[in-house]
């Protein structure tokens, strides 16, 4: 039996852009869907952060959620269970009050929302824990659960040491992964980027949603009971793209990139060589005709003289790599400055969301 694992939705993100709104729906009905209908899929997983906010949802994209996501399972007829996520639960401490059981559980027929404490659900002749969020109030039973269960294999929403939350990040904080040792497969949502160590596998999110997130692959994945072979299907369908301008060699559109294909897009223009005024305003005319959704302008002094877009991506230096060099410098000692870049990194994080 195969079931189809997805996660980190965050419907809503970036302060319900209806722009990231249609991203999501142009993932969920051209690569999501259609792979399911091809491979008779009839089993979906939510692995947690359905949507974005704790707190309250924007009414358009509880409308979108809707009607671009849960109701097309409904009208698949899919068996479909839905794990509690930190950004569904209303309090920190507690998992009572959450958006699932509000927009998703009394909804749907086929529809199981997983918010309490971990819940084995049997899939063919394989048994799984399904395991929410953890927190102050289910701790106890969560872990004894996790402990004396018979079931071989975990899908959750969980918060581990040592795996990153985007490509570059440190490794976050969390409950010890060796807790999780006597599962033969751990497949969990949190974390945006896609890591594995050992027998625990964080799926990532299934869209870019920030800069952070750019050329790091993102989709959905297939895991199959049988075999407990997890396969990853790509979502093609990028959001944060760069462009290296370089009048030197410039054609009508640089390397022979279509420019349509920046429609919708955030864009950042990264120049390399500006010896025409005139011709880069033109190119920047264009690229605003295609309807780029946001354009940043990075004028790269420091690295004219490199030849290569890759050398310009190894010699420049991203905004967090500035901050844990100036973290390194500080004369204090290694837990200060552990707990210190841990709290600047999640405000970037956090800032990286707002529009």
């Known amino acids: ?48 952060d359905l949507v974005d906010r704790r707190k309250y949802i924007n009414i358009n994209t509880a409308k979108r959620l809707r009607e671009d996501f849960l109701d097309p399972i409904a009208h698949m007829d899919l068996d479909f269970h839905i794990i509690a996520g930190n950004h569904d639960t209303y309090y920190k401490n507690t998992n009572n009050v959450n958006s ?10 086929k529809f199981y929302v997983i918010d309490d404490v971990p819940y084995p659900k049997r899939y063919g ?41 985007y490509v570059g990040a440190p490794p976050s904080d969390g409950d010890d992964p060796s807790i999780f040792s006597r599962f033969d497969t751990v497949c969990s ?19 870019e949603f920030t800069w952070a997130d750019y050329n790091d692959r993102k989709g959905f ?26 009048d030197a060699t410039l054609g009508h559109e640089p390397e022979g990139i279509d420019l349509s294909y920046f429609e919708g897009r955030h864009v950042k223009v990264i120049v390399k060589n500006k010896l025409d005024p005139y011709r ?7 690229l605003e005709k295609r309807g780029v959704h946001d ?3 990075v004028e790269d002094h420091l690295n004219l003289n490199l030849e290569e877009d890759a050398d310009i991506i190894n010699e420049a230096e991203d905004t967090m790599s500035i901050l844990r060099k100036y973290l390194t410098s500080m004369s204090a000692n290694t837990d200060i400055k552990v707990r210190v870049e841990k709290i600047v990194t999640d405000l970037y994080t956090k800032a990286q969301t707002i529009e």
């Open 125 to 165: 002749d394989t048994n799984i824990l399904l395991t929410p969020w953890i927190c102050d109030e289910n701790r106890e039973t969560s872990l004894r659960t996790i402990n004396e269960t018979y079931c071989p294999i975990l899908f959750g929403h969980l918060e581990l040491s040592g795996f990153p939350m």
């Open 100 to 109: 699932l059981s509000e927009l998703v559980k009394y909804q749907y027929q």
């Open 1 to 48: 039996m195969k079931i189809a694992l997805i996660t980190d939705t965050h419907w809503g993100v970036k302060n319900d852009s209806p722009v990231m709104l249609d991203h999501m729906k142009e993932f969920i009905n051209e690569t999501f869907f259609p792979y399911l209908r091809r491979h008779s899929i009839k089993s979906v997983v939510h692995l947690g």
């Open 295 to 297: 354009l940043q302008v």
């Open 221 to 246: 994945h297939i895991f199959d009971t049988e075999t407990r072979e997890l396969m990853f299907i790509e979502n093609p369908k990028t959001m944060f793209e760069k462009v290296f301008y370089d």
């Open 189 to 207: 949502g949190h974390y945006h980027h896609r890591s594995s160590r050992s027998n625990i596998h964080y799926l990532g999110s299934p869209c």
């Open 280 to 286: 880069f305003d033109m190119f920047i005319g264009q």
